[in-house]
């Protein structure tokens, strides 16, 4: 059972060196999803941090409002893509072989 083990715990670690990313392929332009989620996880961060500084009284009620309003743009895009990715996905799946 020992050697088992050895066995898969080796092709685990090659397996994972494989598939981890490559270095220098981080380019935004080289990938315009990730740079896409990247936007929006700041949208987001951003609001978070106008709320937060709105409920101490750091930032007045339009800022507040602005934020949110823009989160919620960038919630709403989210949603229409991840829709129109399962959609295709499905139209994918009806096709014969």
Do not use: C, W
């Not at 060196?17 to 220098?24: E, I, L, T, Y």
């Amino acid at each position: 059972m020992d050697i088992h083990n050895k066995l898969v715990s080796q092709t685990y670690t090659a397996a994972r060196s494989a598939a981890a990313p490559m270095p220098g392929t981080t380019d935004p332009a080289a990938n315009p999803v990730a740079s896409s989620v990247s936007a929006f996880e700041e949208v987001l961060a951003s609001a978070e941090q106008t709320a937060r500084a709105a409920m101490t009284g750091g930032a007045d009620p339009h800022a507040l409002v602005e934020a949110l309003a823009a989160s919620e743009m960038a919630v709403e895009t989210v949603v229409t893509v991840r829709d129109k990715v399962v959609e295709a996905y499905q139209e994918i799946l009806r096709m014969p072989v």
